[in-house]
DNA sequence: AAAAGATACCTTGTATTGCAAGGTACTATT
DNA sequence: AATAGTACCTTGCAATACAAGGTATCTTTT
């Protein structure tokens, strides 16, 4: 993905980033991102967490290793491949100059109300 | 809309939210309206924006009035109605928690390197 | 050892959003 | 009266988000 691409990808897929950010972090299996996600305030469901997930590892940016769980079934832990990685980083780079985009809306909005 | 509402909205929209901020400015046609984006990087085409206009205008958040261009056919003027400036307030706030809760990703990334 | 409960995983169908492409109408210029 | 330029708008497709519903595994209870 190309730099502008990537910032057109990022202003509609935030969710997307915020999920390889939380996997910088470390592996987790899916109710732990849920978790991550859930404790700075972003509630997201499992319907939208397996798809995404099955789709950043049909493109090579996570990999995924069964781990037996103490009271249940198997889990999958997702880890960013280097692919991965590497797109956590340029997204980083992306939302930065998203919030600048964004933020620079006001900044107009204010100069105009001083008049400058 | 709730409040948890429109943050979870804006998670998805940062168009919508962009196209209100940029008519807090002052009222505006819809090429205007583009280069207001694009001036601050964020280039949105013509077919996305007419739509959404539409959908905010039947939603109540904006009003238009009708004037001569100069040189060409007349334009359709936007403006924030009063439930639009209001959308715009309360977006704003949920665009400052976005922030706060997709930077906290990275926040406790850090925390984690750290060890703490 | 069956049944029930809990924890995983995943899919399907619908709504929403974003946009490229294509279309209509008005105005000014040649 | 033909062309070019500027405005408006719609249609159809792709991607994203998610509620709802489904299957399998493991543990606990009866």
Redesign the pocket.
Same mark, same amino acid.
């Given at each position: 993905m190309g730099s502008g691409e990537l910032f057109?990808?990022l202003?509609?897929?935030?969710?997307?980033y915020s999920v390889v950010q939380a996997l910088v972090e470390g592996e987790a #299996?899916?109710?732990d991102l849920i978790g991550r996600l859930g404790r700075v305030g972003l509630?997201?469901?499992?319907?939208?967490? #397996?798809?995404?997930?099955?789709?950043l590892k049909a493109d090579g940016y996570v990999e995924?290793r069964w781990e037996?769980?103490?009271?249940?079934?198997?889990?999958? #832990? #997702?880890s960013l491949s280097a692919k991965g990685l590497k797109l956590a980083e340029e997204y980083r780079q992306a939302w930065e100059k998203l919030k600048k985009s964004v933020d620079s809306l006001n900044t107009s909005q204010n100069k105009h109300e001083k008049n400058l």
């Amino acid at each position: 993905m190309g730099s502008g691409e990537l910032f057109q990808h990022l202003r509609r897929s935030l969710l997307e980033y915020s999920v390889v950010q939380a996997l910088v972090e470390g592996e987790a #299996y899916p109710a732990d991102l849920i978790g991550r996600l859930g404790r700075v305030g972003l509630q997201v469901p499992e319907g939208t967490v #397996y798809p995404l997930l099955n789709r950043l590892k049909a493109d090579g940016y996570v990999e995924y290793r069964w781990e037996e769980s103490p009271s249940g079934p198997p889990r999958k #832990y #997702y880890s960013l491949s280097a692919k991965g990685l590497k797109l956590a980083e340029e997204y980083r780079q992306a939302w930065e100059k998203l919030k600048k985009s964004v933020d620079s809306l006001n900044t107009s909005q204010n100069k105009h109300e001083k008049n400058l």
